[in-house]
């Protein structure tokens, strides 16, 4: 499987995700320019973590507009996986890839640590790998993580079953303490419409490799290496 | 030499002026006669800023050069922008340690952010890529509103800057102590990584090679800004804030970017950071480096200002700029590189074979010094060096003789209020606002006894750590700074490293005073010695001088950045307990040393006494014991023994990780012939607490390195929490109560401040 991932000046999470994809995964993997418009046969596009543009006007607002997100956008709407991460889940929402939009966490603070994430929806082209309810040990680091939406969208994610994570305590429960963030709901991520674009604050690419922590990102990738192969 | 006229509309140059800029009237006189004139205003500019104490170490100099600096692993030491070690395979790091003090005190966000992006240029423009952060802070009471506000902004600043270039921050130590009032200390370090064959220097070389300005454009910011930090700070100081810099972290990032691809493309010869004192520092010491001359016309300066003078120009701070040297011809290459990063590139100079200096303003020659003599002539001083006598007396105090408070009938009170007490108290607080995990290396994160990175496609890792204790090098400035050497390697030694070298950041009060010149010629000698001992040279550094406030000089703390190679992942080890069973072991002995500890000044509001001996020998046969004992794979833990005493390491162990929390049964009883607060909280050096499930083969090892090692309890499960048996009594405290203590602290004094609130309303947006 062929991994491409976005570099927008800014971007810094995009050397992770091709090492998760290159080195942990041994899958091919390629960057992909922002100024190009070439996704290079890719069948899954990252867009990465980082301050694409500096976080200029708003987190991804600028980025939405590089010249490779028209190819990006055609590529989710062909129904191909698009796991947009940190920065990159700020851009699809910037992109209308996903409804809704990421705000200052709500302490007001950036947070780095590894927080706790419940999967929800477990049958995904991103998460079947995972069973309903496993709890993922997860780092994030992120200044505007805070999900929000209106409240027919966030009624309709809901129901759909389009909410994939949420944060919650190691023990599965919910509350308000382990939602980090103050995300609507502690929602953590979100599928589009068709299932083929995922967008989360957490860092499954930084959450592959046993010596850096618990591997739980590993699913995730497995779960879009079987769906191909399926 | 040319004629050089003064520029119109530039003031005339007197003595007066001169002083003004910072020169002593011999400094002037030695000015006059280097160029059989008097200088121009733009030729004054430029001598103040490259002879200001923070750009020439004038003072610092001669002290310096006793320091050891070669070593086998040693690939580039002083002198260069950062000092480069090898690890082995061909694979260097290249590391360096500077403070931002002056501005970090005035308007502490962007001292503290535009700090980072200093000695993050610093280490790419070696050729190599930043790996990791690390910082060094030291404020003031946090009872204080101002020293709230001064962390709470060191702390955002530090986060928004390197969050955004996508370095991790993985390390730090935070200490808080009133000799730090108004004048706290914000110094960051930063680890960077290279092939052997990508090192690139920044020495001007080849004759008609272009002279390049690349990055962000120049302005008005920062201008004299190293001179703000070559003096003591004062009431006036808050007038000079707009001598600090204002940062840009995405732009530093494409900058990183883009000249990491330029160093790799072939087309430069060299590179430089214009840090501080701008385009005249970089360069005056790339010319001087390569004995060449340069000649650099200001007009060519891609300004974001109208009308800036060339002083203005030479003397801007503007951060994100580097200056590079290319090959001729190849100068539309460099520029399509860095416009591929949207940044811009233009010539504005070339070198020489005629030996000046020379500034022009298109053909307006506006300055011009003979041969490199601007760097080679700086004045350097030799202070005398007195002891001073409230040193003296505070040293040669009895702590023995400091009554205990009724409270501390209960030592189980003592050392929750030692947990409590903000330098000992987990810094999380802190540390959740850096991203440590990024580029995905850290292996152990901030919060342990040292940072663990591995490096990609070996088997190796590297350990990193800044440490010193002030207090220490106050009260016996020769002993404190062989303990600061000494503790960082300890450090890096319990994570299974190997110490290989070090960068030092000085940080000193007022040289000029007699005292606080001791305290610096001291605390080198100690470290030189200390340097010498563990076979860790020293790479680089900066010196902080002036670190002075209206209410008296600051501690001297001369700051260790330690780095040290761990051979192989297995033996990675941490600093908390993991097995139920495991036997602990202390290395090293309990001594009757209360003097300069933590207890005394936390407890009893004191800061007295000799601080703990410091033998170098027993310190490297305690670094030998434990990496042989690692690499024999009978090591579980091992945790440093420092700030608190054992009392507090021991507590560490249990719960400093939230996420496997133990407990411990402990007899000290062997020590019973010692007051038992020297046993718990005095910090008698060399001692590591080690937890093992084969402490028959560690305690072998430990005897054959002459190095004594102590069974002194079992780890148990986290319900039973720590009891520790000393004379008659035991001593029971809830691993949860330590806990409590330990992890509230912080958050508890900051969450409910209104300054740390005003912070959090300042948007990460930099410009």
């Known amino acids: ?230 | 030499m040319s004629v050089v006229l003064p520029r119109p509309g530039d003031p005339a140059v007197t003595l007066q002026l001169a002083k003004e800029h910072g020169l002593t009237s011999d400094e002037f006189d030695r000015v006059c006669r280097m160029l059989g004139r008097t200088p121009t205003f733009t030729e004054l500019g430029i001598v103040s800023a490259l002879w200001n104490e923070h750009c020439s170490y004038k003072h610092s100099r001669n002290t310096l050069r006793t320091l050891p600096t070669e070593g086998a692993a040693v690939i580039q030491g002083p002198g260069e922008n950062a000092g480069v070690v090898s690890i082995g395979d061909g694979i260097a790091i290249a590391f360096k340690i500077e403070s931002h003090n002056h501005p970090s005190a005035i308007e502490p966000y962007q001292g503290a952010a535009t700090g980072v992006g200093g000695i993050l240029r610093d280490v790419f423009t070696m050729g190599a890529r930043p790996i990791a952060m690390l910082n060094s802070l030291r404020f003031g009471s946090l009872e204080s509103a101002r020293n709230r506000y001064l962390f709470a902004g060191v702390v955002k600043g530090i986060g928004d800057y390197g969050n955004c270039v996508g370095v991790p921050t993985v390390a730090g130590e935070i200490v808080f102590d009133a000799a730090y009032d108004g004048n706290p200390l914000v110094n960051a370090m930063c680890v960077g990584m290279l092939r052997e064959d990508e090192l690139i220097l920044a020495k001007a070389e080849g004759i008609g090679n272009p002279i390049l300005c690349v990055g962000a454009r120049t302005g008005r910011d920062g201008i004299h800004g190293a001179s703000f930090a070559s003096e003591d700070l004062s009431e006036a100081s808050e007038a000079k804030r707009p001598r600090v810099q204002v940062g840009d972290p995405f732009t530093e990032k494409l900058l990183l970017e883009a000249s990491l691809e330029l160093i790799r493309s072939g087309h430069i010869v060299a590179i430089q950071d214009m840090g501080a004192a701008g385009l005249t520092s970089s360069s005056a010491e790339m010319a001087a480096r390569g004995d060449v001359g340069v000649t650099i016309d200001t007009s060519l300066v891609p300004v974001r200002e109208t009308g800036m003078t060339p002083y203005e120009i030479l003397l801007s701070e503007s951060q994100e700029r580097m200056l590079v040297v290319a090959h001729q011809g190849h100068e539309q290459a460099v520029r399509e590189i860095l416009f591929k990063w949207d940044l811009t590139a233009e010539v504005i100079g070339k070198v020489i074979a005629e030996p000046v200096y020379r500034v022009t303003e298109g053909d307006r020659i506006v300055a011009e010094f003979p041969g490199s003599q601007l760097v080679t002539e700086c004045p350097r001083y030799d202070v005398p060096a007195r002891e001073g006598a409230e040193t003296v007396r505070l040293r040669g105090m009895n702590v023995d003789a400091i009554a205990e408070l009724p409270e501390e009938a209960d030592p189980a009170w003592t050392i929750l209020r030692l947990l409590a007490g903000p330098t000992i108290a987990s810094k999380q607080w802190a540390f959740q606002q850096y991203d440590s995990t990024v580029r995905t290396n850290t292996v152990v994160g901030p919060g342990g006894d040292a940072a663990v990175l591995r490096i990609r496609g070996t088997d190796r890792a590297i350990a990193v750590k800044t440490d010193c204790n002030g207090r220490y090098v106050a009260l016996d400035p020769r002993v404190g700074g062989r303990i600061a050497v000494a503790e960082a390697a300890r450090n890096v030694a319990c994570t299974g490293a190997r110490p290989l070298a070090i960068t030092n950041c000085l940080n000193f009060g007022n040289p000029t005073r007699p005292e606080v010149f001791f305290q610096f010629t001291e605390a080198v000698a100690g470290i030189g010695e200390a340097c010498r001992a563990l076979d860790t040279p020293v790479t680089g550094g900066n010196v902080s001088f002036y670190n002075e406030s209206p209410t008296g000089s600051v501690h001297p703390t001369p700051v260790i950045g330690m780095v040290g190679v761990i051979d192989s992942l297995e033996y990675i080890t941490p600093s908390t307990f993991r097995n139920a069973g495991d036997a602990i072991v202390l290395l090293g002995d309990c001594t009757n040393e209360l003097g300069a500890s933590e207890y005394l000044a936390s407890v009893h509001g004191v800061t007295a006494g000799s601080p703990p001996q410091c033998d170098l020998d027993r310190e490297r046969s305690v670094i030998n014991t434990l990496l042989q004992a690692i690499q024999s794979g009978v090591v579980a833990s091992a945790h440093d023994c420092s700030d608190g005493g054992l009392a507090i390491a021991l507590a560490e162990c249990l719960m400093s990780n939230p996420a496997r929390m133990t407990g411990a049964e402990i007899d000290l009883t062997a020590w019973d012939s010692l007051p038992l607060r020297a046993v718990l909280f005095g910090e008698a050096q060399g001692r590591v607490v080690v937890s093992s499930g084969e402490c028959d083969r560690l305690l072998d090892i430990a005897a054959k390195h002459s190095v004594p090692a102590r069974i002194i309890g079992t780890v148990t499960s986290q319900s039973d929490g720590l009891a520790i048996r000393v004379g008659q009594r035991v001593i029971n405290i809830g691993t949860d109560q330590l806990a409590e203590a330990y992890h509230t602290a912080i958050p508890r004094i900051m969450d409910a401040s209104p300054q740390s609130a005003a912070i959090d309303e300042t948007e990460g947006v930099m410009v």
């Open chain 1, 1 to 230: 499987m062929k991994f491409g991932i976005v570099t927008f000046p800014g971007s810094n999470g995009d050397y992770d995700a091709y090492h998760a994809a290159a080195t942990a995964l041994g899958e091919e993997a390629v960057y992909l320019w922002h100024k190009d418009h070439d996704l290079q046969d890719c069948d899954v596009v990252v867009l990465p973590g980082g301050f694409s543009y500096g976080d200029y006007l708003r987190a991804g607002a600028i980025a939405r507009f590089s010249p490779i997100m028209n190819e990006v956008v055609a590529h989710a709407k062909r129904g191909a996986p698009v796991l947009a991460i940190c920065n990159g889940f700020q851009v699809a929402c910037e992109a209308g890839l996903l409804p809704g939009a990421l705000v200052r966490n709500i302490s007001r603070r950036f947070i780095s640590r590894v927080i706790t994430a419940r999967v929800e929806n477990a049958t995904s082209m991103f998460t079947h790998e995972y069973f309903s309810g496993q709890v993922l040990s997860l780092p994030v680091a992120h200044g505007d993580g805070r999900y929000v939406a209106d409240r027919e969208v966030v009624t309709r994610l809901e129901n759909e079953g389009r909410v994939a994570f949420r944060y919650c305590a190691p023990d599965g429960r919910l509350s308000d303490d382990d939602n980090i963030n103050g995300a609507v709901n502690a929602i953590a991520g979100i599928l589009n419409d068709d299932g083929n674009v995922l967008g989360m604050m957490p860092h499954p690419e930084r959450a592959v490799e046993p010596l850096l922590g618990a591997p739980d990102g590993l699913g995730l990738f497995h779960s879009l290496l079987a769906g191909v192969a399926a």
